[in-house]
């Protein structure tokens, strides 16, 4: 067989570590043996089970956070290489070596590459992210609407809550009161629904401040970033000229 | 005024969060558990859509005919009233789930599309692209936190479930959790409590599951001595994409989209399963796919390139009509393989999907212990021998419908408050749970816990699935009774008292060893075939013996204490198993065919 004949490769993958925050930071080099199709999350698997450094020092498992591993949780968000994106989908032969894995910086620090980032469902929360049903019980079928609306909502509520937009965006930050290229995606999505519409105006309201749209400085990062492909900067844009138009109405009214 | 009661749910996935509404809007509030962000949960993994026969088509459906196909494709092993109870309540259930603004495919009057799916020849499943769980989730996912703003939930994420706690009558009165991040270790009180954990895929090794579903809440709970049905039925979905790291999903919803599954033979395709079965081709229910799929490959020698893959073919449809209704599976497919469905046939195999067994339930989602509840994946009641595809969803949503209001009911018949019970039972959970993961932490021993899961889900893969012999399944148990002796001697390497993970897992680990006997038992014990259980020594369905409820119930060994707070590495205790009869009073059981057309009338014929 021609495979056995190859000499045995490995992959190289640096590390990020810190205990908890405000614990030092170091960094970390392994070599995980090659096999086809690995992504990210399988190295972290050989380590979990194997913690043993490059220059074969035992060490602590780096700590790490996934669910799903087929993109659609947005669990396992980490910046590989540079990038914020979702380690199940970062394909091992697809990466230059040596992999870079940190967590991200955003957010408050967990342990290695693990973060909180609760703070993106408290931006839900602000921009009332959800339809104000009368109740769960039988009310008869739903508004009726077009499949080109219905495409357009299916495609801004991929939003898996990643945080990789936010981690890209230089609006955004610990020190900024900014809710982010997802919440305004998530306020435009029901914003468009034919009943979450006749709340249009509260939502307005909750990004017409301090933090809030105007906040966006243009830089275009988050769509780059997206892993879902949202369109985050139309829906930035459309939220904004609906943001004038409330603008105006209260002003002549 | 008497103080109001507080509700426990815990897990956040469809039927966690569908309790948790239903409570809040009977007037109660809910403390709500889950190990990871409630957004997070596996029902995100679900992809093809829900049924329920809104009867759109003009085709004639209605839900006695979905209740029909629910209870034939499993096999007359459900219990009949909630299963035709769900299939009643399932347009309303859509129709709420779209008012929720759930971004469903239209058609061109703006009204829901519906698709086919396996086991059924209706157009029942509505779908939003092919990430239906995902959409459907988080439609919940939104009015939980309208509850949240309202201060009516509390939510505990990253807090993991240790076990229950039961007041001095019996009843489920709280839980014991620990933080996975902080490690605390505290337990809560309430009125009564809801599991909505999900399934045990991770007991499998590898398998279409997420990570997080371990099925260690349930174990623990069977580990308390609560009833667990049917443990031995385990869905292995026909077509997955095989993974380093996982076998990921490929969606029912492709065939029901037009895929063909084929194998090359004599240099030409054979669609095996429109040859096998002609009248419901590639849309058989997924255990007659599955064990079609392992014959062509294992005993036929017909897998793709001599290996352990069949072809799955969707490039003879238009690209852009795939697009539109299978988006998000083919960005899947394309992401982690590099192919274009479009373009190329897939590549992939049958894989661990789905538990139809779970904790023992009541019509109204009580569990054995009175006041302590489950629904979805983690209760047994709904799909018998073999779930059809697209029921899960609704069968999440149709449980957590059932059990919030149930639970409220239940509460406001106690006698006394949670805040009133005497600590007693609480303090002693706490120092047991305390003692466990001290225990763990201390743990130095040769023993890898990864390679012994890793070792477990061969064995189950291997012998607990598709094909079933009693002397594998024997040996299997033998496997497994070792594992347990070799869990005592794992050893771990991070002694930290922070996020340490290594110390979840093992106790996970625990969890699920023990989890793994009453499947394999219960396989072993069921002498006969029925959905998805499948023996060659036993290929006929067997109604006069085993039309019964599989029922494992935990013997514990006599030794546990504080001292050895997992008890001793010889003297695990076992399951003991009876079986109980089922209610086929509403449709008369008749054999399962796929080959021709499904008996007319079923339901409807006799009710």
Known sequence: ?253 | MAKAHRLIVVGGGLAGLMTTIRACESGMDVDLFSVVPVKRSHSVCAQGGINGAVNTKGEGDSPLEHFDDTVYGGDFLANQPPVKKMCEMAPGIINLMDRLGVPFSRTPEGLLDFRRFGGTKHHRTAFAGASTGQQLLYALDEQVRRYEVQGKVRKFETWEYLGFVQDADGNCRGIVATNIVTMEIQVFRGSAVALGTGGPGMVFGKSTNSLINTGAAAALTYLQGVKYANPEFIQVHPTAIPGEDKLRLMSESARGEGARVWVPRDGKPWYFLEEMYPAYGNLVPRDIATRAIHKVVYDMGLGVNGQSVVYLDLSHIPAATLRMKLGAILDIYEKFTGDDPTQVPMKVFPAVHYSMGGLWVDYDQMTSVPGLFAVGEVDYSIHGANRLGANSLLSCIYAGMIAGPAMVKWSKGLKNHEEDLSSTSFDDALKLHEQRASFIQKMNGPENPFQLLKELGEWMNRNVTVVRYNSRLQETDDKILEIQERWYRIGIQDRGTWANQSVHFVRQLYSMIHLARPITLGALKRNESRGAHYKPDFPERDDVQFMKTTIATYQSPKNTNLSSPFGVATDQGAPQFSYDPIDVSLIKPRPRKYDTDKASGGASSQK
């Open chain 1, 1 to 253: 067989m021609e495979k056995s004949n190859q000499v045995e490769k490995f992959v190289e993958v640096q590390i990020k570590r810190q205990e908890k925050e405000g614990a030092p930071i170091y960094w970390e080099t392994f070599q995980i043996k090659w096999r086809p199709n690995l992504n990210v999350i399988a190295l972290l698997q050989d380590l979990q089970s194997s913690p043993v450094t490059a220059e074969g020092k035992t060490t602590t498992p780096p700590a790490w956070e996934a669910a799903c591993l087929e993109e659609v949780c947005g669990t396992c968000s980490m910046i590989i290489n540079g990038k914020p994106r979702q380690a199940c989908s970062a394909l091992v032969d697809k990466l230059e070596q040596p992999i870079r894995l940190e967590p991200f910086s955003k957010f408050p620090i967990v342990r290695d590459l693990m973060t909180d980032r609760s703070r993106m469902f408290e931006h839900l929360k602000q921009v009332k992210a959800w339809i104000d049903i009368d109740g769960t019980h039988e009310l008869g079928s739903g508004p009726r609407y077009s499949q080109t609306l219905a495409l357009s909502r299916y495609k801004m509520s991929e939003c898996m809550t990643c945080g990789c937009c936010l981690e890209a965006c230089p609006q955004y930050g610990p020190q900024s009161p900014f809710v982010g290229p997802q919440a305004i995606n998530q306020l435009r999505l029901f914003n468009s629904h034919p009943s979450g519409s006749m709340n249009s105006e509260e939502r307005l309201d909750r990004v017409m401040g301090v933090g809030g749209i105007t906040d966006c400085g243009d830089a275009q990062n988050c769509v780059k970033v997206c892993p879902k492909n949202i369109p985050l900067t139309e829906s930035i844009a459309d939220v904004s000229g609906q943001t004038t138009r409330y603008a105006f109405k209260k002003l002549f009214s």
